[in-house]
């Protein structure tokens, strides 16, 4: 493949309200997942595998730092070589809304220009897949369509409000679309918003949708374009994960707890790339006592950890007990202290002997940075 001839838009998600806290300073995009990962590895990973060179990233102003500290040079997913392109846009609309100003598509269209590509993919972050986009720009290219746009048929239970679904013909063209609302089917053909556009025809339209006194989001101008142009829907069906939630969010780190699920995300010939650090492994004292679970790098177990995912450096006392949760980095647990079904941010430090309870349909978010002292149940 020629690194010239795909060109990538990795975006900016839409703005949730029931994150509680996670991305109050931080996008979907740099959520820790699985440990040692972050949601924007795997967007990036997919163009990686496919040979793409050419990225730009387009994010909301007051949450970027995260996102420049995590990606910086780009080596792991092979941007920082001299035939690479690799760029960062920043728009200053809040993420909640679904227009934006002039700056985010003068940026959008610069770079389209410049890249000289023949087709450019658009994807986001809060729609975990690790997909094979070669076989995406295969079809593609086997259709007269100008836009693909890929889909999963899912249960309306892993579908929000935020979600587009799609009306397919038997043609696998797409009639219409519209935002999920359950009228009483039990699977719906929901868009995964990656789309394979040509970039000919993707420049002519995002002009003419920056020249209107509102323009919207780049995803928003897509699901509209492959429905007015009966575009090319293409099935995937791998794992997949829609993070519109804290509960679908705490529900996708447990699932790679569940070998079938793991090894279909982290499938073996489409890898995954994380930004590298060189640390010494977990350590597990003779007190320790973990059981299905996950843990990353640099992380010191002295109790007690059960169906939870933990992230890299964190201290769990004698005595503690961690199940069912999602542990990030820098994590302090304290003696005999007492976590269940929670979600416990960076840098936490629980105190010894408190209890911090969730429910499995409503895990605790105990937000960054937070020192607790007391019993939080629900």
Known sequence: MKIDKYSAILGNTVGYHDMDGLTE?????????????RLI??????????????????????????????????????LSTLLSHYYLGIYNTPVESSTVDEEYYRQIL????????DQTVALNSDVLVNIDLNQVFHLHNTTDQKITVVYKKLPKEQISSVNSVFEIDETDKIISHELFQDNGKEIYNMSTDIFVVDTPYLIEKLEEEAAKEEPRKLRYVLRDLAAAEGGFAYEYTGYLSNIHSVKSYFDANLDMLDTQKFYSLFAPNQKVYTKVKNEEPTYYSNSSDVKRSQFASGSIVRGHVEDSVVSRNVGLQEGSSVTHSVVFPRVEIGKNATVNYAIIDKGVTVADGVTIRGTENNPVVITKGSVVTEDIVR
Do not use: C, M
Request: aromatic fraction near 14%; charged fraction near 20%.
């Open 25 to 37: 300073h931080r996008p979907i995009a740099s959520l820790p997942f699985g440990g040692k990962y």
């Open 41 to 78: 590895d795997f967007p990036l990973s997919n163009l990686a595998n496919a040979g793409i060179r050419s990225v730009f990233g387009i994010f909301q102003n007051e949450n970027i730092s995260s996102v420049f500290d995590h990606i910086r040079s780009g080596r792991e997913w092979g």
């Open 110 to 117: 610069t770079y389209l220009k410049r890249s000289g590509s």
